[in-house]
Nanobody, 124 residues
């Protein structure tokens, strides 16, 4: 029943910006956090950012801190990832995921629902 659908990926030049969206459906009311992860070719999936459902607390990987911003829509079950000053090393498939319980985490296995991902490619 639960579905997470990412969108907004694409091809941009280094220094450009993209905003990714994650639309959640089938989720019941409760306390849970949302996160963004990414996986580049030949690399393990890595944590990018997380946010409480209320939006009161956020957490970022050091590699994207001060460049990426995670946020939520006020009236939709939608989470965004604003990506600025993009670098070629940001190229990856970006995934949205849910963590039950509401606590922020960077651990992949603590998230129970995942989207199918959206491709982000940054050219040099």
């Amino acid at each position: 029943q639960v579905q997470l659908v990412e969108s907004g990926g694409g091809l941009v030049q280094a220094g450009g910006s993209l905003r990714l969206s994650c639309v959640a459906s089938g989720l019941t009311f409760g306390s849970y956090a949302m996160g963004w992860f990414r996986q580049a070719p030949g690399k393990e999936r890595e944590f990018v950012a997380a946010i409480t459902w209320s939006g009161s607390s956020t957490y970022y990987a050091d590699s994207v801190k001060d460049r990426f911003t995670i946020s939520r829509a006020n009236f939709k079950d939608t989470v965004y990832l604003q990506m600025n000053s993009l670098k070629p090393e940001d190229t990856a498939v970006y995934y949205c995921a849910r963590r039950p319980g509401g606590t922020l985490s960077r651990l992949l296995y603590e998230y129970d629902y995942w989207g199918q991902g959206t491709q982000v490619t940054v050219s040099s």
